[in-house]
């Protein structure tokens, strides 16, 4: 099993910039991708940007590309997506999700709130 903590939500301006983490503890030695996805209000659940635990290749969503980075730290076990340019379109809960193969390991959410 791996666990994963989500922290650096909140509330922040149209334009301004927010930090998430994400922390994996258990059985990190399985985990090949990290990634961010979010859900909106009514919507679906989304992708936003994944990475690569071992080459550190990276994909995102268009429409966060040139604004999110997703960056990530084996020592610490932990992934980070680093939001500038943000929009009221981009208020959602974030989640970090991990595994081998699939996405079979989810934290718990975090709350980004973007206002115009």
């Known amino acids: 099993q791996v666990q994963l903590v989500e922290s650096g939500g909140g509330l922040v301006q149209a334009g301004g910039s927010l930090r998430l983490s994400c922390a994996a503890s258990g059985r990190t030695f399985s985990i090949n991708t990290l990634g961010w996805f979010r859900q909106a209000p009514g919507k679906e659940r989304e992708f936003v940007a994944a990475?690569?635990?071992?080459?550190?290749?990276?994909s995102y969503a268009d429409s966060v590309k040139g604004r999110f980075t997703i960056s990530r730290d084996n020592v610490k076990n932990t992934v980070y997506l680093q939001m500038n340019s943000l929009k009221p379109e981009d208020t959602a809960v974030y989640y970090c999700?991990?595994?081998?193969?699939?996405?079979?390991?989810w934290g718990q959410g975090t709350q980004v709130t973007v206002s115009s």
């Open positions: 990475i690569s635990r071992d080459s550190g290749s990276t």
């Open positions: 999700a991990t595994g081998r193969t699939t996405f079979n390991y």
